[in-house]
């Protein structure tokens, strides 16, 4: 990625995440934030997934998952959208209830912009993401996915077919495209 994210821009965007879920299930308008400074990474163009887990007994499990490859909005506008998306609009999952809001856990992937990738053997697990398009269909899976699963090289490979919907191995065909990129990963303890 061509720019970081200091500790400082990462607890504002997480407090940003917070309140605007909060604010939506409370159904009024988010509180305004300090303005970030022009020059401050949070007013540069930046793909962003918002991830959403919930304390489920000793487990944390998913509850929502919503992001965008790439993006012509600033990251902290993109990060204050997804974050909506996620706890509302996440098609697997109903909308989030204010009761669970105390048990969620926030988790934000800012991107870097997506790289051709012409030898899949040179994807590294836990630092690459992929983007798989062909046949009109993509799927995603973030650097941090693998690692969650205990996947090897291969079942990452196979595993972002399948999210894409297309059979294990299609990575190599001819009519589908494998793109990389990386995340500055991080979130609420």
Request: charged share 20%; proline share 8%.
């Amino acid at each position: 990625m061509n720019f970081t994210i200091t500790k400082d821009e990462q607890k504002i965007l997480l407090s940003l995440t917070r309140e605007t879920i909060t604010a939506e299930l409370e159904e009024r308008k988010p509180r305004s934030f300090k303005e970030a400074d022009p020059a401050s990474n949070l007013n540069k163009p930046c793909g962003a997934f918002v991830t959403l887990h919930i304390q489920n007994g000793a487990n944390r499990v998913l509850r929502g998952c919503i992001g965008r490859m790439t993006a012509n909005l600033p990251l902290i506008e993109m990060v204050a959208l997804m974050a909506k998306e996620a706890a509302f609009n996440d098609p697997r999952f109903p909308p989030l209830k204010k009761d669970e809001l105390n048990r969620c856990f926030i988790e934000i992937s800012a991107l870097s912009p997506m790289t051709p990738c012409p030898d899949p053997y040179q994807v590294k697990v836990g630092v690459h993401g992929l983007l798989l398009t062909g046949r009109g269909y993509s799927g995603v899976l973030l650097p941090q996915v693998p690692l969650e699963q205990g996947w090897n090289l291969q079942e990452y490979l196979d595993y972002i077919c399948i999210k894409a919907g297309l059979p294990p191995g299609s990575y190599e065909a001819p009519d589908t495209q494998l793109y990389t990129f990386t995340a500055v990963v991080f979130g609420e303890e």
